[in-house]
């Protein structure tokens, strides 16, 4: 059986939209109707006229189109897939930590579970998180969760004193190696580093340009240069290529070069073959009670709103 064919027949029969993640695999985004960063994604999640949402990706996101279409059935190939970032950050260890901050605003990154994002004032992503932070008062006391190199980077840039940063980090952007990027470098002295908020501050001293997923993959489309070091999860790379393919996108290697870190080990638990299952079966579906959705939408809508 054909599965690309087979899942583009049956999301047709069923006014099913397939949403993807720039860090799926090369097969899972041909077959996409949409991919994206994580702000675009759930952008389009709260405007489609689709009866499902198949998400390719991973579960906060998948939540992410739930919470903002409540009445669409939405779809997780693989309920497994998390984060290691969301996961550093739990609803208990939150409650207890923001004790010691009462009249703080929290704004949480998009990779948070529904149960934190609940006890947010404003979410944000990668590519609109300085926009948020910004249009916040200056005196605003500020705690940022749950990415450590994220909320520093944004820190820095915002020039926030009153900005307490959640101490988490994601196991893909902490494992890229300073040494091997430098290496890199000194192999192709013309290329520009590309490299997500989420590395480290010493692999963001060496960028050209940081930014998110879709900022990435713009910036090397639009830039001259013609060869790119990316730092990010190799996936971006497949949807750089289709779009530069005279361009040399070269993967910043991770500091164990067996472990395969530079793969979200999550978002590549998703595959075609649990795409078509999922998508004939209508399950594995995301369910979340009506409640925690209202109380977690307030703080995605605020972000759509600051994001138009
Ligand atoms: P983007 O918001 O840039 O798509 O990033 C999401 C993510 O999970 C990064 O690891
Ligand atoms: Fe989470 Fe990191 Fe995977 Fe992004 S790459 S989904 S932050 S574990």
């Known amino acids: 059986m054909d599965l690309s064919k087979e899942i583009c027949r049956l999301k047709k029969e069923k006014n099913c939209v397939i949403l993807s993640h720039f860090y799926q695999t090369a097969d899972i985004q041909n077959i996409a109707d949409f991919v994206g960063d994580s702000l675009q994604l759930s952008q389009l999640a709260a405007e489609t006229k689709a009866d499902i949402i198949l998400f390719c990706g991973v579960n906060f996101m998948a939540e992410t189109a739930k919470i903002l279409s409540p009445?669409?059935?939405?779809l997780l190939p693989e309920p497994?897939?998390?984060?290691?970032?969301?996961?550093?950050?739990n609803v208990e260890d939150l409650k207890m930590f923001l004790k010691n901050y009462p009249d703080y605003t929290v704004v949480s990154y998009v990779n948070t579970s529904v149960g934190v994002k609940a006890m947010t004032d404003i979410c944000c992503t990668s590519s609109n998180a300085v926009k948020i932070i910004e249009s916040l008062p200056?005196?605003?006391?500020i705690v940022f969760l749950p990415d450590r190199n994220l909320g520093s980077y944004i820190k820095a840039i915002t020039k926030r004193d009153d900005m307490v940063v959640w101490d988490g980090a994601c196991h893909v952007h902490e494992e890229f190696s300073v040494e091997k990027i430098i290496e890199l470098k000194n192999e192709y002295p013309a290329a520009k580093v590309l490299a997500h908020p989420e590395c480290k501050k010493t692999v963001l001293i060496?960028?050209?340009?940081?930014?998110s997923t879709a900022a990435l993959?713009?910036?090397s489309r639009k830039d001259e240069c013609e060869q790119f070091i990316v730092a990010t999860e190799s996936g971006i790379l497949h949807q750089m290529q289709l779009?530069?393919?005279?361009?040399?996108?070269?993967?910043?290697p991770p500091i164990d070069s067996t472990c395969g870190c530079n793969d979200c080990k999550y978002m590549k638990m998703?595959?075609?073959?649990?795409?078509?299952n999922t998508l004939k079966n209508e399950s594995p579906e995301v369910i979340i009670d009506i409640e925690l959705i209202e109380k977690?939408?307030?703080?995605i809508l605020k972000m759509l709103e600051m994001s138009k």
């Not at 009445?71 to 939405?74: A, I």
């Open 71 to 74: 009445d669409k059935k939405v």
């Open 80 to 89: 497994e897939a998390g984060c290691s970032l969301a996961d550093s950050c």
């Open 138 to 141: 200056e005196k605003e006391k």
């Open 206 to 211: 060496l960028a050209d340009k940081i930014g």
């Open 217 to 219: 993959l713009e910036f």
């Open 243 to 252: 779009v530069s393919p005279q361009k040399t996108f070269i993967p910043a």
């Open 270 to 276: 998703i595959t075609l073959e649990k795409i078509y």
């Open 296 to 299: 977690a939408k307030k703080s």
